[in-house]
């Protein structure tokens, strides 16, 4: 066995006994999900089992993850650098777990449209969060005052917009893969069109 064998043991076990006291599980409740012996799992936590394939798929299941995420090994790429859009005022990061999502960070310096055919809608979801200053949120007929430190989520099926309560504000958004499309220029360009308040 390698020493890359044996660091990839130590962290499985590490995981399962990290995701076993995350789920507030005593060892006897995980192994009662498992169909295993108390003793077993605690052998196999503690390192004094090797570790079968067969035994980390059904406790991979019993923690309601899979097989390839139990046995993950860091990734070397954790660091990424923003996409800058100057036009816009914006940085964008792509979320490699799931590349349908995007990250954006947008400076916004006008308030709301005062007229409703402005405002978006579209399939999705969107999260948000302001960074400094004050953000206004226009959902459907509703007006929301989001401040520094506080977030938003909404579905962007309802009619939004977004702009700036008094002085600039900076945001952060998590846009989903249907979101993301919503805010495409219509000429097909990849980067994110932000909202047309902004």
């Given at each position: 066995?390698?020493?890359?064998?044996?660091?990839?043991?130590?962290?499985?076990?590490?995981?399962?006994?990290?995701?076993?006291?995350?789920?507030?599980?005593?060892?006897?409740?995980?192994?009662?999900?498992?169909?295993?012996?108390?003793?077993?799992?605690?052998?196999?936590?503690?390192?004094?089992?090797?570790?079968?394939?067969?035994?980390?798929?059904?406790?991979?299941?019993?923690?309601?993850?899979?097989?390839?995420?139990?046995?993950?090994t860091?990734?070397?790429?954790?660091?990424?650098?923003?996409?800058?859009?100057?036009?816009?005022?914006?940085?964008?990061w792509?979320?490699?777990?799931?590349?349908?999502?995007?990250?954006?960070r947008?400076?916004?310096?006008?308030?709301?449209?005062?007229?409703?055919?402005?405002?978006?809608?579209?399939?999705?979801?969107?999260?948000?969060?302001?960074?400094?200053g004050?953000?206004?949120?226009?959902?459907?007929?509703?007006?929301?005052?989001?401040?520094?430190?506080?977030?938003?989520?909404?579905?962007?099926?309802?009619?939004?917009?977004?702009?700036?309560?008094?002085?600039?504000?900076?945001?952060?958004?998590?846009?989903?893969?249907?979101?993301?499309?919503?805010?495409?220029?219509?000429?097909?360009?990849?980067?994110?069109?932000?909202?047309?308040?902004?």
């Open positions: 066995m390698t020493q890359e064998d044996d660091e990839l043991e130590t962290l499985v076990r590490t995981r399962i006994r990290a995701l076993r006291v995350a789920q507030g599980w005593s060892l006897e409740e995980l192994a009662r999900r498992a169909h295993v012996s108390q003793s077993t799992l605690s052998r196999i936590e503690n390192g004094r089992r090797r570790l079968a394939l067969d035994q980390l798929v059904v406790l991979a299941r019993a923690l309601d993850t899979s097989l390839d995420q139990l046995v993950e860091a990734s070397d790429d954790v660091i990424t650098s923003p996409t800058i859009d100057g036009a816009h005022d914006s940085m964008r792509a979320v490699r777990s799931d590349p349908g999502m995007s990250v954006i947008q400076r916004i310096t006008q308030p709301p449209p005062d007229d409703p055919a402005r405002m978006r809608a579209h399939p999705g979801r969107e999260w948000l969060v302001v960074l400094s004050t953000a206004v949120l226009l959902l459907g007929n509703r007006r929301f005052r989001v401040e520094t430190n506080q977030a938003a989520e909404f579905p962007t099926m309802l009619p939004h917009a977004i702009g700036t309560a008094g002085g600039p504000c900076e945001i952060l958004g998590i846009f989903d893969r249907d979101a993301r499309r919503g805010h495409r220029p219509a000429d097909g360009d990849e980067e994110l069109d932000r909202h047309p308040e902004r």
